[in-house]
């Protein structure tokens, strides 16, 4: 081998060298960590931002602004129920679908009420609210119903979904009589219910102006006077207890003995409390 060739020989040796110690020293280059996108799932409530009806023939859901549903829905069914389970005689009835929903705060229960008369409804009126119970096949009360009779609604409060019906209380409240005897009165109030004194029982027109008791026959003061309609009237109108205690008085009729019609200017609310206040002479 030249002198020549052996030059070029280690000038090749010594490039190769370079290239190798280049290579190694090379940074290597980052790798990349997959992104997991996250997998959406369903809470298990829903929240109502702004008050929502679900509305029925014979009823409607009320949610106020703010109530949770457990699990979530987007819509309530209110189905009428014509031929409800054994057990109860209701006003109306109806099933809330779909079943176990639950809800925080309790939803408003609005029943439309039929056109009532014998006895009408009245403002102010407590109707039970009671929900069938599956397991046992059994009604039992889930709440109280408030009557707006001028709107023909009654409404409550319910926690749960199932089926629901509006009755009449079962049983007025019980008269609970101390020492002293009640005073007389056309009607009384007892646990925050009207229930008959004087008079046995009443009944108010359409657009609750006129109210017309029917009262008890026989009764008689301590000296024997009969109570009768002359008397109510003389003290409800001849007296003015009815104008000083009841507002929007108006006056008042005899229809019979034993039958008094009183009339308002406009309804009110408070009538038959008012009217408890007014006591006859013993």
């Not at 110690?21 to 960590?33: G, I």
């Not at 009764?219 to 003015?240: C, H, K, W």
């Amino acid at each position: 081998m030249t002198k020549r060739q052996r030059w070029a020989t280690a000038v090749l040796l010594s490039l190769a060298l370079v290239l190798t110690a280049c290579s190694c020293c090379k940074t290597p280059r980052p790798t990349s960590t997959p992104t997991v996108k996250a997998v959406d799932r369903e809470p298990d409530e829903k929240v109502f931002p702004k008050e929502t009806t679900f509305s029925g023939s014979d009823a409607d859901i009320i949610l106020d602004a703010g109530t949770t549903v457990s699990p979530p829905v987007d819509k309530i069914d209110v189905r009428d129920v014509k031929d409800p389970p054994e057990g109860i005689e209701p006003i109306v009835a109806v099933d809330i679908r779909p079943d176990d929903l639950s809800f925080s705060p309790p939803a408003r229960l609005r029943f439309l009420i039929p056109d009532y008369r014998e006895p009408p409804y009245f403002n102010g009126q407590k109707l039970d609210i009671k929900q069938y119970h599956e397991i046992s096949k059994t009604w039992i009360l889930a709440g109280r119903a408030n009557v707006i009779a001028s709107d023909q609604i009654a409404e409550g409060e319910i926690d749960h979904t199932t089926i629901f019906a509006l009755t009449f209380p079962e049983e007025p409240p019980p008269l609970i009589f101390p020492e002293e005897p009640l005073p007389v009165t056309l009607v009384s109030f007892v646990g925050g219910e009207p229930v008959p004194n004087l008079a046995k029982s009443w009944e108010a027109s359409e657009d609750f102006l006129q109210w017309t008791f029917h009262l008890v026959e026989g009764r008689e003061m301590a000296d024997g006077t009969p109570y009768t309609s002359d008397m109510v009237q003389e003290i409800f109108d001849l007296n003015e207890k009815g104008y000083e205690a009841i507002k929007g008085y108006a006056g008042s009729e005899r229809l019979d003995d034993y039958t008094i019609m009183l009339t308002l200017e406009a309804p009110n609310a408070n009538f038959l409390r008012e009217v408890s206040q007014i006591e006859l002479p013993r």
